[in-house]
């Protein structure tokens, strides 16, 4: 009964390198997010996804990428790493959307130096 | 304006004691509210969702008021393991996404 699995669970980059976090759920849900969260501030919504092959913008796109090529699975990718990107990013997921609490993932821990 | 504003906390409690939470939201279109709490350096996790005509889950109860936008969650009898950040999470109206508060931390003490 895993629900939503995020690899790795920490990570230390370089600053100008690149890396993607992996997102993968079981619960057959259409629905995915992925929010960033940093001291003393909720969390903020980076990228989502309505459906296999789709994906949007939400609150804080810059410096990130995605892609929703299987329905279990969501990539968030750092094209050129920045330390403005340490931060504690979490993946979440729902049946369907607004109506429909998410469930999340434990987190991968970032620090870019 | 924030979309989402909570009791800034921390709340420190005794343990027994109840004690109650505010969340407020700016957007008078928004239609799902929930409530879920985050453990330190853990991920937040579904507590409750709110209904119109409030609900209650064991000793925690949640309370909706639209015509003032805000929600409410209340404990009873506070326990050790109620200690937490509790987030109000409203929905951006019909959209596929949510707006998470802030949080607001408690601490109840033995």
């Known amino acids: 009964n895993a629900g939503v699995t995020q690899t790795p669970k920490f990570r230390v980059l370089k600053t100008g390198q690149s890396m993607t976090l992996l997102c993968a759920q079981d619960m057959n849900h259409e629905y995915m997010y992925w929010y960033r969260q940093d001291p003393g501030m909720g969390l903020r919504l980076i990228h989502y996804?309505?459906?296999?092959?789709?994906?949007a913008k939400g609150e804080v796109p810059d410096g990130y990428n995605v892609s929703r090529l299987k329905k279990q699975n969501f990539l968030l990718g750092l094209e050129s790493a920045a330390p403005s990107q340490t931060s504690v990013y979490f993946c979440?997921?729902?049946?369907?959307?607004?109506?429909?609490?998410?469930?999340f993932g434990d987190g991968t821990r970032l620090s870019i130096l | 304006r924030k979309e989402v504003e909570q009791d800034p906390g921390p709340f420190n409690v005794p343990e027994g004691a109840t004690v109650a939470f505010n969340c407020t939201y700016s957007n008078s279109a928004s239609q799902s509210f929930f409530w879920y709490r985050q453990d330190c350096r853990k991920e937040p996790k579904l507590l409750m969702s709110?209904?119109?005509s409030g609900n209650e889950d064991g000793r925690f109860t949640a309370q909706l008021n639209r015509a003032s936008q805000y929600i409410s969650l209340l404990i009873r009898d506070s326990k050790l393991s109620d200690s937490a950040t509790y987030l109000c999470v409203v929905n951006r109206a019909y959209g596929q996404n949510f707006v998470f508060g802030p949080g607001t931390r408690l601490s109840v003490l033995p």
């Open positions: 979440a997921s729902s049946s369907t959307g607004w109506s429909q609490p998410q469930h």
């Open positions: 709110v209904y119109s």
């Open positions: 996804s309505v459906g296999e092959g789709t994906t």
